[in-house]
């Protein structure tokens, strides 16, 4: 009878066991398909973050890339302004002027060249490129306004 007993309650003691572990790995199961599905709405958000990210920047881009267009294109037209009262006016080293303004000429396709070339990589080097270039764009415009107001150039001013 003892026998039986011992028997009755190990066999209990296992079936509880068993269900015990069984409805720990329903919990885990349970539990992974929630983890699954909160994983996939985040990478659904970053997702989505990324491509706000990318349509911004990518904004961010061309509007810096038209307004140093329509820079460029006043500086190119201050450049011709100056060729032409070079070419106008009887002067002393009309020739030093000359080579003033194709040395500005060529800042200025430069400075195209670079802007048309220039591949959005990441954030960092975006940033560096944009201070570059626009320090680059003002020693220009004040090469151009230098040339135009300094005593150099009276002698060719009207």
Known sequence: MKNKI???VLTTFLM???LIACDSSA???ENAREN???SKENVTTAQDDLNQAVKDSAYEYQTFKKESEDRIRKYELNIAELKNKIAKEKIEGKTQYQKTVNDLEQKTADLKRNLNE?????KDKWEAFKIKFNRNMDDLGKSITNFF?????VNIRN
């Open 27 to 29: 919990k885990k199961v």
């Open 6 to 8: 011992t028997i009755i």
């Open 118 to 122: 220039y591949k959005v990589e990441n």
């Open 36 to 38: 699954v599905q909160t």
């Open 16 to 18: 509880l066991t068993i």
């Open 149 to 153: 107001s300094s005593e150099k150039s």
